[in-house]
């Protein structure tokens, strides 16, 4: 079943047409990624499926609710979760405030609920401090639960931007690049968590640039060339096709594997 | 200025604790959301005349402190509804320019305000007003209380997730929508209380000065405010009232010393000047104040801090 | 009461060359610097007390005051810059603290200027005695403030297209990564903008005081409309500014003719720029020019 549908969205910045069309589908369930060239507009795609951006044209269907131009708050309460490329924690708040940030439908935010239902919001709060701080152990960052964010490194980031999605517990997960100027051992371990995601039952959307990673996860994949889709189905029948290499001009060396 | 030691002192700590109050209700919107409110005076002012009017029909003053509060509060969310969306400078520059359009709206109110005439403020603790020194400890008790109750109000609301999204709302408020937070909700909800925290200061102004007039309503009282703030530490309760503290006190001493100490420079000037230079040196090298920011203390927070051998 | 058109018009271009003379600098260091500069309001004020030096009897010579606010003017404004506004960007102060900074800098030398000389009124020695032309009360200053202001204009457009600095002062303002890639020593241009937008101010003050009366709050008296001609024209565009000089004039003191007929204050003149302010902010952000 067809969790989100992107019909023909088009998206023109200044003079420049960014978006031309894009037509996809993701299923429930699967681990979908959209490939392109730099500057195909991959990323401008998913600002505008979470509401960053407004489109000029075309729909943006979750389940069977239109979510076009919905702003970010309600794309994320009508079940999805964002994880931005480079990171966008708050960086003077502690680590375990960035990730009990992320959890949906806290009592204790209302602003009546946080002044006189003080016993509900605390239990809640132990609560979501428990599974916090059990998606920092599976981060492999215990330690920095107190700290500030902005005392994290790079990679650390990076996992946290993700841990927050789990947090989130959303139907729907995009990541923009979530391997992106980390090492190896770490993109593995992203992926392994992303994994671990599709268990729990989050279908996964995502932008990737490492194929060789993605090959091995997704289970389909969506080549985005100035705008449009140029390709789309399962990993392999995507990478051997003539397209596929002549869009990735120059580069096709690099990923045959 | 009265000869009377005591009284002068009773003076001091009723405006050392309405400028706390105000300087409370500015953390509240500045130094924990982010809100560059430049027109904090206004707000005041609307708290100080409408308390002056409602007191003046005969109701009873802790009724009049709270209309007084309301009609700012109620201001503050009008306000907010346009500016919100602004980006820092054009709120400050909008909340800035709504601060003088209300005075000069009141300045030229003959009738209904008093305009440059300002009005008379009946007092509410007639049994006092025969002696000076009661109705400056009444006062000061009233205005205490008063902030006291503001004090702990911004406290409980401040470690709580709603102050979580608050604090997250000022490093990014587009993240924060990601997350699937309203910031623009939070913002009109904090502006509204702060609004209404600098009305209750103004009625206690009107109070006490039983006398309000425009001129005692000009930008400089937001300056003040500010200075306070900063001075103290944004985003740290006890470093509002530090702030207001040390700036009164300032304030005060270069009056004191106009009349006691003769200086080439009229202390006056020597005030402002020294409040300007020390503002920027305080941007330039200590911008968190001299206590800086309070840490988040929510029960999560609490948890970890105590439970961390266990892990 | 009838209403003198001719007269309404030349008060209206008065008051448009004082804030397109005043507003010139806000604009470029408000569009280089990224922030509102709030002692704008006393490079105006400082501009009209050196011109004093010169005014401080019957037989002073006007253009030399004119110099001397230029000068002094400049001076205030490149020390601002040095000694405050440049080290806050350098430790990338947030916008509200540069802001605060400028009010508290505004504050220090409003005082300063009423230490050195006195917080109450001076008057410019120099008398401008008012002429009948063509059925309109004119003096000669303010036919020296509308020439001066559109030489100005003139001169100003000729800098901005056709001088190195003044093509290196748009580029910055439009496009500041762009500007440093092709060499352009960004700091040493903002600094001359600085310098220049206040040296202009300082002439608006001189001619402000000669007009009405020397105070320390000369500055800040007309700096919200000088912001609301800045904001309606486009931060950073000086066509703009001249535009939104003209229509703010215009509406300013067309607006004070109809407030006295409908039985308003006069007060509700300054409520004008104010409203156009804040409208403009709210409604069209990026003003007349959409820069």
Known sequence: MALLTVEGITKRFGGLQVLNGVDLTVAEGSLTGLVGPNGS?????????????????????FRDRDITGFPPYKVYQAGLAFAFQLPRLFYRLTVLDNVILAARRQRGESFWAALFARRAWRREERDLAEKAYGILELLEMPHMALKPAGELSGGQR??????????????????????AGVSPALALKVYELLARLREKGITIFIIEHRLDLLLNFADRIYLMDKGAIALSGPPAAVTEDPVFYSVYVGEHRKWVS | MAADPLIYVLDMLVFIGIFSLLAISLNLEYGFTGLGNFGKVAFFMAGAYTYALMIETGAPILVSLLGGATVAGLLGGLVSLPALRLREDYLAIVTLSFGEILRLFVKAQEGFTGGVHGIQVPAAFTAFVASPRLFGLANVVLVYLVAGVAFLFVQALINTPYGRVLRAIREDDVAVQVLGKNPVLYKVQVLVAGSFLAGLAGGA??????????????????????????????????????????????????????????????????????????????????????????????????????????? | MEI???????NSLITSSLYLLAGTGLTLTYALSHFPNFAHAEFITFGAYAGYLFMDRPDGSFPAALGSGFVGAGILSALSYLLVFRPLTQRRASLVHVMIASIGLGYA???????????????????????????????????????????????????LTRTRLGKAIRAIATNPELARVTGINQHQVTLLAWILGASLAGLAGVFRAADTRLFPMLGWDILLPVFAVTVLGGIG?????????????????????????????????????????????????????RW
């Open chain 2, 205 to 311: 102004f009107a109070q006490y000065m039983r006398f309000i007039d425009p001129y005692m309503f000009l930008p400089l009282v937001t300056f003040y405010v500010w200075i306070a703030l900063i001075l103290g530490g944004p985003a740290n309760n006890w470093g509002a009232v530090l702030g207001a503290l040390v700036v009164e006190i300032f304030n005060r001493g270069t009056r004191i010393a106009k009349d006691y100490l003769v200086l080439p420079v009229d202390p006056n000037n020597l005030q402002f000047i020294m409040f300007g230079v020390l503002i920027i040196l305080l941007l330039l090298y200590r911008p968190q104040g001299i206590l800086g920011e309070s840490r988040l203390r929510t029960p999560a927070f609490r948890r970890w801090e105590h439970g961390a051998a266990d892990r």
């Open chain 3, 109 to 159: 030398v409003r005082h300063a200027i009423g230490e050195t000389w006195t917080w109450g009124a001076l008057s410019y020695q120099v008398i401008w005695s008012p002429y009948e032309i063509a059925g309109l009360r004119v003096t000669a200053l303010w036919l020296y403030l509308i020439l001066t202001a559109g030489t100005i204009a003139l001169i100003l457009h000729f800098f």
């Open chain 3, 237 to 289: 565009s000086f066509y703009g500014l001249i535009a939104a000089s003209l229509i703010l004039g215009f509406a300013e003191n067309f607006g004070v003719v109809f407030l006295t007929r409908a039985g308003l204050s006069t007060e509700y003149r300054m409520m004008i720029a104010f409203l156009v302010l804040i409208v403009v902010l709210i409604v069209r952000p990026k003003g007349l020019a």
């Open chain 1, 158 to 179: 990076k996992l946290l931007e993700i841990g927050r999605a789990l947090m989130a517990e959303p139907e729907l997960l995009l990541l923009d690049e979530p391997a």
């Open chain 1, 41 to 61: 507009g991959k990323t401008t795609l998913f600002n505008v499926i979470f509401g960053l951006y407004r489109p000029d044209g075309g729909f943006v269907r």
């Open chain 3, 4 to 10: 003198d058109l001719g007269q309404i018009i030349l």
